[in-house]
C-alpha cells in the first residue's frame, strides 16, 4: 500500500457544527502533516507529527484541533469554522528521520463551511 | 527555516515550444527538491524530483536541474502540450522536515 487515503472526499458544514478529517497511511511513514490549500495558491503547513508527537503548529487558531491516535491515523478535529476555513486540507506523511525521503500525499478533503 | 521562491508567477507559452520555471531556496540543508502539477480542482500530483546528490534528472519531456551553490532548481518543459496547462509547485525540504512550497507557477500552453 503505497496510499494517503483521506475521508472524506467532500464536507459541508455549517458554522456551529463539530466534524473530523480522517487520514491513514500503511507505508510505515513516522511523520505526518496537515496543510490547508486555497485555490490556485501553494499548500500551507499547519501541523506535523513526528512519531506521533505534535511537533509543529504553525500558529492554526484553537478552532482546528489535530490529533494522532496511533502511526498509522491522523485527524484534524474542526470546531466553529468561518467561511473564511473554506480550502482543500491535505494530509500528507514522510518516512521520518533524516534519511526519510520523499513524500506522499492523500487526495484532500475538500471542505465548505456555509 | 526554509523560504522557497518561484517565478515566474503565470508562463505562457505555444504548443511545441519549451517552458522552464525556476525556484530558489533559502536553507543550505534542504536536500530534497519535488515538483508538484495541479489541474484545475484536482488535488496535487508529484511529477518530478530531485535529492541534492544528483545536479539533473530526467523523465521523457520533463526535467530538473539543481544548482547547490548556487541554491536554486528548475523545471525544465520541452515540446509542450495543452494538457500541461496547470498550475506548478516546486518545494523543498531537509529529508524528515516538513515541505514548503514555492507560491505556484500558472503554465497555459495555447494550440
Known amino acids: 500500500d503505497t496510499e494517503v487515503t483521506q475521508t472524506p472526499k467532500h464536507l459541508v458544514m455549517g458554522m456551529t457544527n463539530k466534524k473530523s478529517l480522517k487520514c491513514e497511511q500503511h507505508m510505515g511513514h513516522r511523520a505526518m502533516y496537515w496543510y490547508k490549500q486555497k485555490a490556485k495558491k501553494p499548500p500551507e503547513l499547519m501541523f506535523v507529527y513526528s512519531y506521533e508527537k505534535l511537533s509543529i503548529n504553525e500558529s492554526v487558531p484553537s478552532r482546528f484541533s489535530p490529533e494522532c491516535p496511533n502511526s498509522s491515523l491522523l485527524n484534524l478535529h474542526l470546531h466553529a469554522l468561518q467561511p473564511e476555513d473554506s480550502a482543500l486540507y491535505l494530509c500528507?506523511?514522510?518516512?521520518?528521520?533524516?534519511?526519510?525521503?520523499?513524500?506522499?500525499f492523500g487526495s484532500g478533503t475538500r471542505l465548505t463551511v456555509v | 527555516g526554509e523560504n522557497v521562491e518561484q517565478h515566474p508567477s503565470t508562463l505562457s507559452v505555444q504548443e511545441g515550444d519549451s517552458a522552464v520555471i525556476k525556484c530558489t531556496y533559502s536553507d543550505s540543508a534542504s536536500n530534497y527538491f519535488p515538483w508538484y502539477k495541479q489541474e484545475l480542482g484536482k488535488g496535487s500530483q508529484l511529477i518530478i524530483d530531485i535529492r541534492s546528490n544528483v545536479g539533473e534528472k530526467k523523465d521523457q519531456r520533463i526535467a530538473v536541474t539543481l544548482n547547490k551553490t548556487a541554491k536554486h532548481f528548475s523545471l525544465h518543459i520541452t515540446e509542450t502540450q495543452p494538457e500541461d496547462s496547470a498550475v506548478y509547485f516546486c518545494a523543498a525540504n531537509q529529508a524528515g522536515t516538513a515541505l514548503i512550497f514555492g507560491k505556484g507557477t500558472t503554465l497555459s500552453v495555447s494550440s
Open positions: 500528507a506523511s514522510s518516512p521520518g528521520g533524516r534519511g526519510g525521503f520523499g513524500y506522499t
